[in-house]
């Protein structure tokens, strides 16, 4: 088992800049690869980011690239999300998740373990 817990969420105005962090326990943290979702009122839960388990790999849905930066610290069993130039249309809950295998993957099917969630909200 791995726990996840999200934090760094908030308000913030258009333009401005978040960072929200995952912080692991349970299992080697190492071992895993991780994601970021996001999930607005009503939508889908959508895929944000990637990063391997060695964090030289990182992946990027195409609405957050050049914005968003994901980034990892085995040593502080911690993941980040930096997030620049926000937009109301990034308001979302934001989760982070992990899984065991060494493909990255923006399905949450492929996702094993999640966090609780942080709301960001982006006002205009």
């Known amino acids: 088992q791995v726990q996840l817990v999200e934090s760094g969420g908030g308000l913030v105005q258009a333009g401005g800049s978040l960072r929200l962090s995952c912080a692991a326990s349970?299992?080697?943290?190492?071992?895993?690869?991780m994601g970021w979702f996001r999930q607005a009122q009503g939508r889908e839960r959508e895929f944000v980011a990637a990063?391997?388990?060695?964090?030289?790999?990182?992946y990027y849905a195409n609405s957050v690239k050049g914005r968003f930066t994901i980034s990892r610290d085995n040593a502080k069993n911690t993941m980040y999300l930096q997030m620049n130039s926000l937009k109301p249309e990034d308001t979302a809950v934001y989760y982070c998740?992990?899984?065991?295998?060494?493909?990255?993957?923006?399905?949450?099917?492929?996702?094993?373990?999640w966090g609780q969630g942080t709301q960001v909200t982006v006002s205009s």
């Open positions: 349970g299992r080697t943290f190492s071992n895993y690869d």
């Open positions: 990063i391997s388990r060695s964090g030289s790999s990182t």
């Open positions: 998740a992990a899984r065991p295998t060494v493909i990255l993957s923006t399905s949450t099917k492929d996702y094993d373990y």
